[in-house]
């Protein structure tokens, strides 16, 4: 395990001394009667891969957008590496960003496309063309350099995109929903390669996904939105392990959500009862008073087949299964618990397919531990 | 199904034919000898060659030409200027008003506007001396007037189609507005300002009662003489010179239609 003072380098949020990089200080941003944004603050640090996670409509693009400088914020002040740009414009700002189009200008060959920027700040035309063909050479598209982006892929496209907005040595690159425009496959490897590219060049990336599993592979740290509001903010395993809200639960993967209400405390050990006539011990890192409505939410991996079930049992649910999803290496069962409610576990496919212990009908009792979930109350 | 085909053909000739026997016809009689118009005597080019003798209809010519082009230009400075205002600046106080008032003129009977624009330049003349009499400069506004409206269609619907984030990124890049607009916007809406200069270019040519209204004595555009030579009886001077310009028309339908088509892949690759 690291040290203290090594993982503060590696999680800078941790430190209570570290400066933010980029400081969002109370932002609000109203189209017409309409909160894209509603007051929200967030600090990013330097060399984070930092992800704006929600569904669209959120308002994630917009904050994108606001500290790229293509909106300006109705309220509240935006820093980056301590200077305010609020009030300063997109074309003076040491910010790029890459689009979710790309947005490539189709008058213009790929080297003309990345030389832009530069362009725009009046580098000598020696010094340009070698940036130009050091980011070619950075992204491995040397070779197109005299073509058209009619003339590219999808996954060329991205690349000269992202060479264009590396060019100008940004402080901070913006990216909107960076691998949107590529299929399933291409993106799994853009993923891996664009995290290397951040690592590699050290600049502090903040991009916009709706995508949860993109978000999990990529980030340093996550933000989830919801109707313009960031409701939690943290590294992807605090986000999976411990939402902090319901929704937040619900969006990231799979989850079950017991309603209950607090019976028994003692220390962070909380016992449940829950709506489905259960009782569930849980520990609770919040922990709430008795009486207090609560759900519990337990992913479908963390719960296990039960060999020993009771009648009152602690942790404990039965069912029929009524559904298979047969994923390959994992299948998700769904199991009907009560008229009201179907509970998802996921188990591992170590056995062929024909062999599988459980089917449709079948009754299980599945159990989990009280630490493998959380308690939440909104 | 072949025969339905075969039908559909059938249609498409006769539409066809309908629009286009007359201009054929106007062409073929332009080759006519004989000096009666609706008589075939023979083969013969001399009533091009008598055109090119034709003072009068020359001088008429190079005036049309020469309104026609400055009318061009204003049009497409004036209508880019009013598509950027309606499809860029939002909802902004009065767009609907514009608007309606932009496409007036395309709707506005041109017997109306002719009569009016008559008025306008009257008054100013005794008001403010200026424009001082009637020719060149006063027909060149009032074409302006209308072809303004028609640049406007043309380059609105260019710059709608248009993805916004292209100039989102080059101002991203640091090129400031005017920079974003010249080297972004301008070489992306070019075609439809060369199809809109081609437009205005040919309704400026053809317009007769407008400029009928607003023409002093010296300033006769051509269709102006073609018609008032076509009330003394036709000549088969004019069937000539209709060929030329139904040539120099048609050429420069041509040539706007290509080059939209051929900014269209271009822009569905953004």
Redesign the interface.
Known sequence: MANPAERRKLEPWQDPKAAPYVRIDHVTKKFGDVYAVDDVSLDIFQGEFFSLLGSSGCGKSTLLRML???ERPSAGRIYIDGADVTDI????RP???M?????????MTVEQNVE??LK??RMPRKERAERVGEMLALLQISELRRR???QLSGGQRQRVALA??LA?HPKLLLLDEPLGALDKRLRESAQFELVNLQERIGITFVTVTHDQEEAMTMSTRIAVMNAGQILQVDTPTAIYEYPEYRFVADFIGLVNLFDGRVVETQDDQVLIESSLGRRMHMRDLHPHAIGTPVTVAIRPEKLQICATYQENGINQVKGVVEDIAYLGDVSIYRVRVSPEMLVEMTLTNVHPRTEQALTWGQEVAMEWSPTSGVVLTE | MNRSRWKLYLFLAVGLAFLYIPVLLLVIYSFNESRLVTVWSGFSTKWYGELLHNRQLLDAAWLSVRIAATNATFAVILGTLAANALVRHGNFRGRTGFQLLLAAPLVMPEVITGLSLLLLFVTMEHTVGWPAGRGFTTITIAHITFSTAFVAVVVRSRLSQMDRSLEEAAMDLGARPLRVYMSITLPLIAPALLSGWLLAFTLSLDDLVISSFVAGPGSTTLPMVVYSSVRMGVSPQINALASIVVLIVSVAVLVAGLLSMRQQPAAKAN
Do not use: I
């Open positions: 790229a400088g293509l414009p997109a074309y003076s910010v790029n960003m689009f979710q189009s790309y947005a490539l200008f189709p008058h832009f920027g725009q700040d058209k982006p009619d264009r907005t100008k």
